[in-house]
């Protein structure tokens, strides 16, 4: 969640969601500088977010939407617990 919660790295996986972009798209979509860019681009590699795909001097950067399906799946199961269990309180 805490990956997510960056509104640059937000960006960046929304813009992904659409597309297979490299680094000077995300550039020029964002507006961000290239070193934070990446910056934030390995963090998203790093929690299994994203895919690279080299390609000559550019690397292309790919969402993994299976990934995104089984946080999205934990949350949903998170939510009904909590709708199921809105008395329970444990006493001190």
Do not use: W
């Amino acid at each position: 969640m805490r990956v997510l919660a960056d509104p640059l790295r937000l960006r960046i996986v929304t813009l992904l969601a659409r597309e297979t972009l490299c680094t000077t798209h995300l550039v020029e979509e964002t507006g961000a500088r290239q070193t934070n860019l990446s910056n934030h681009l390995r963090v998203l590699r790093e929690a299994g977010l994203v895919d690279t795909e080299p390609c000559g001097r550019f690397t292309y950067y790919r969402l993994k939407p299976e990934v995104l399906d089984t946080l999205a799946g934990q949350f949903t199961s998170l939510a009904a617990t909590a709708r199921t269990h809105t008395e329970s309180k444990r006493s001190c």
